[in-house]
């Protein structure tokens, strides 16, 4: 799987957009870029996948470049609860991947 | 239960011991996986199960370390003869048939003394 770089940390004001940046330049045409997060003492929790085009859920929004190298994360209103590391993720989309590699993600505080 | 559920939730343990850890699956998840995860650390892959088989093993940091998974439901991961280094939180995750999303639970915390 192609290797994530992702900011250690960073800050969103209570309300605002917030976006999260991740670096993929070794990603292969067939590689996915995932996200999750993780909450204080809770497991990961899965927000949204893309290939090539934009993603929108009810969670968030995945902007991915055009030549695939680097994608963007964003929680339109951050919330306090949105609090938490999230994880970018670059793998095949196969059902039988089953070594999903998180790395150190990027912790952010919302603060109000 | 509606989520994947382990058990216990926190579990302290005596150097030397052997412990067990328990995850029940999202009902009718076909694929289930363990990870450790040590403070301040991102996830370690263990092991994962497809029904009640290990495809892969190889996550596992030693032979103390074991799995397993009956009727393709519950999953058990021991650790014999613990030591300090398995501190840590153990996730599990299940996953649906053909569905890319994995669905943790909140994890056993583990402390060896």
């Known amino acids: 799987d192609a290797k994530t770089t992702q900011p250690t940390s960073m800050d969103c004001a209570e309300g605002r957009a917030a976006n999260l940046p991740c670096n993929h330049s070794?990603?292969?045409?067939?590689?996915?870029v995932y996200w999750y997060r993780q909450i204080h003492s809770q497991g990961p929790q899965y927000i949204i996948h893309g290939l090539k085009n934009n993603e929108t859920n009810e969670m968030a929004s995945l902007i991915i470049t055009e030549d695939r190298k680097s994608s963007t994360l964003i929680l339109p209103h951050a919330t306090l609860r949105d609090t938490a590391v999230y994880y970018c993720?670059?793998?095949?989309?196969?059902?039988?991947?089953?070594?999903?590699?998180f790395g150190a993600g990027t912790t952010v505080t919302v603060r109000a | 239960g509606a989520g994947v559920s382990q058990s216990p939730s926190n579990k302290v343990t005596e150097k030397g011991k052997d412990v067990e850890l328990r995850c029940d699956p999202i009902?009718?998840?076909?694929?289930l996986y363990w990870y450790r995860q040590s403070l301040g650390q991102g996830l370690e892959f263990l092991i994962y199960f497809q029904g009640n088989s290990a495809p892969d093993k190889s996550g596992l940091p030693s032979d103390r370390f074991s799995a397993e998974r009956t009727g393709g439901s519950v999953s058990t991961l021991t650790i014999q003869r613990t030591q300090q280094e398995d501190s840590a939180v153990y996730l599990c995750?299940?996953?649906?048939?053909?569905?890319?999303?994995?669905?943790f639970g909140s994890g056993t915390q583990l402390s060896v003394l």
């Open positions: 995750a299940s996953r649906p048939g053909l569905n890319e999303k994995l669905f």
């Open positions: 070794t990603i292969s045409g067939n590689e996915y």
């Open positions: 993720i670059v793998r095949l989309r196969s059902f039988n991947d089953y070594k999903l590699s």
């Open positions: 009902s009718g998840h076909t694929a």
